[in-house]
């Protein structure tokens, strides 16, 4: 198939994946998926960069994900209420188009055939980790980190160096892909033109993280503070135990999601001796930093001690995923340039073709469980918020008529009250006067280095704001609530993972 032609078909097919993801999950995102969509609302109508109107804050983990949706959502104004949700639909098509088209450079480069660079993007638009958080940044992620990896087999390090700007603004913790891919592929892949990745990165992130040190008073989102304060919210589970909290509550469609990382462990350990032991290949090297960059990403996290937030497993999980993808068409080039024939060369066709099968027919049997949810989703199948989607945006509006411009105290889980209610919700994720006190904790608790960093990124941050003042506060309780009799205040909802549970509004006195 010529370049063209192929990056054509590999492109559209991948547009076409994600917006039939899209399609599947729209109504049911997950409520940080909402947090981002209001930011990003609230970016493209008023101008703000925040949760609730008025008040600046600085919880959105993924500056490019908000910008990008925020521009999604001028574009499309004439979809009215709607234009945040059909900006998503956009931002999804075109995050799994770069996808794709990253693993066609890929393909061209080590001369694997397309199908393999399909799989590659298929492996990432049906895993469920990554289809229970659209919304979030989790297919910009390996949007990019494929894009390192293309780069990188290219030898073109101006273009590494944008990609990995582009990548510390997707979420800043991907620089952790940037550094392992430049230590175990780039700088032999580029030389001593490695200079022009750095500076290229820099050109591309540092004017975001520069005006949100100076403008917010935090380079980094107060998302890092809030997490790690969140000690006992998943009880005995944490980050590195979290996989295990999921399989035992979920069961097979996470099985499904780790198959292909263990897969690509595997291959990240075949690369690593074959290219150290046998053959020093550079196609090897963009396996192995690939990845290695999954595991340096989950070992980061677990250091970092944060909650086994589902999709913070995103990075790991798809980086492992496309790293066995990668592996296989790396073999398989290498057996279509090289020379020779024999017994031996004659098997390896067959091989790569039944490997190719195996992880085919796993994606088929992963897609067909999740289309078995129902078409669209009413919930994802990784969840655990306390109402599905459909209930909250029905709370969600109610309060903001009840409430008008009074500030009310969220319940806990902020997202989809805030964007269907659009009023005054607080909690340390939409006001930053709540933040000085976290992270003062957070500094006693610091070594070090930590308290120097916290408050070097701190720097310019008002920590004598005060929070604001509200006049309700929302409160969630499981099972129904009381009857029509106890007032209007009171809303029941479900929620597939938490079953009956009820919210109540309440005035503060």
């Known amino acids: 198939m010529a370049g063209r032609q192929r990056t054509a078909v590999v492109v559209g097919l991948s547009a076409v994946g994600g917006l039939l993801a899209f399609l599947l999950v729209r109504t049911s995102l997950t409520d940080d998926a909402y947090i981002t969509l209001t930011y990003a609302r609230n970016l493209a109508e008023h101008g703000e960069w925040g949760i609730i109107p008025g008040a600046a804050s ?17 574009v499309t104004r004439w979809f009215g209420d709607a234009q945040p949700i059909v900006a998503l639909g956009f931002v999804t098509v075109g995050a799994t188009a770069a996808l794709g088209w990253a693993w066609t450079r890929m393909s061209v480069r080590l001369r694997f055939p397309a199908p393999v660079a399909l799989l590659g993007v298929a492996v990432v638009v049906v895993n469920p980790f990554v289809l229970s958080a659209i919304g979030l940044e989790v297919l910009l992620i390996p949007a990019v980190v494929a894009g390192l990896v293309a780069a990188t087999v290219e030898r073109r390090p101006v273009w590494f160096g944008v990609v990995a700007g582009l990548a510390v603004l997707v979420r800043l913790d991907l620089v952790v892909f940037v550094v392992t891919m430049f230590a175990v592929a780039m700088v032999r892949a580029f030389g001593r033109r ?18 949100s040190w100076v403008t917010f008073g935090s380079a980094v989102p107060d998302t890092l503070v809030v997490k790690q304060s969140q000690d006992g919210l998943f009880g005995p589970w944490s980050y590195a135990t979290g996989i295990g909290m999921y399989l ?11 198959v292909p990382a263990a897969l690509g462990v595997i291959a990240l350990l075949a690369a690593v001796i074959v290219r ?12 192995a930093g690939l990845g290695a960059g999954g595991v340096a990403h989950y070992v980061v996290y677990v250091l970092l001690g944060v909650g086994p937030y589902h999709w913070y497993y995103v990075p ?15 073999w398989w080039g290498h057996r279509r340039g090289g020379s020779g024939a024999g017994p031996d060369r004659r098997k390896r066709p067959l091989v790569a073709v039944g490997l190719f099968g195996a992880i085919t027919a796993l994606v088929l049997v992963t897609a067909s469980t999740e289309v078995q949810r129902g078409v669209p989703w009413r919930s994802p199948p990784i969840f655990g918020n306390w109402a599905n989607a459909e209930d909250y945006a029905r709370v969600g509006t109610e309060l903001g008529r009840r409430v008008g ?8 889980e902020i ?25 003062e904790a957070r500094l006693a608790e610091a070594g070090p280095i930590g308290s120097a960093l916290l ?37 029941t909802v479900r929620s597939d993972a938490r079953g009956i549970g009820h919210f109540t509004l309440v005035r503060i006195r």
């Open 248 to 258: 035992e509550g979920v069961g097979v469609p996470v099985l499904l999601a780790l």
């Open 415 to 439: 997202g989809t009250l805030a964007y269907f209610c659009e009023c005054r919700i607080v909690d340390p994720f939409s006001d930053r006067g709540r933040v000085p006190e976290l992270l």
């Open 194 to 211: 490695w200079w022009q990745a750095l500076a290229a990165m820099i050109v591309v992130a540092l004017p975001w993280y520069a005006l």
């Open 455 to 491: 408050e070097a990124n701190y720097l310019w941050f008002d920590r004598d704001r005060e929070p604001l003042d509200p006049g309700y506060r929302l409160l969630y309780s499981p099972g129904p609530g009381p009857g029509p009799g106890h007032g209007p205040h009171t809303w």
């Open 58 to 74: 600085n919880s959105a983990t993924s500056p490019l994900n908000v910008l990008l949706l925020a521009l999604g959502a001028v």
């Open 316 to 330: 790991p999980l798809t980086a492992l995923a496309m790293c066995a993808v990668l592996a296989l068409g790396s």
């Open 405 to 412: 411009d009074v500030p009310v105290r969220s319940p806990g």
């Open 276 to 287: 150290f032991v046998v053959v020093d290949r550079p196609a090897l090297g963009a396996v």
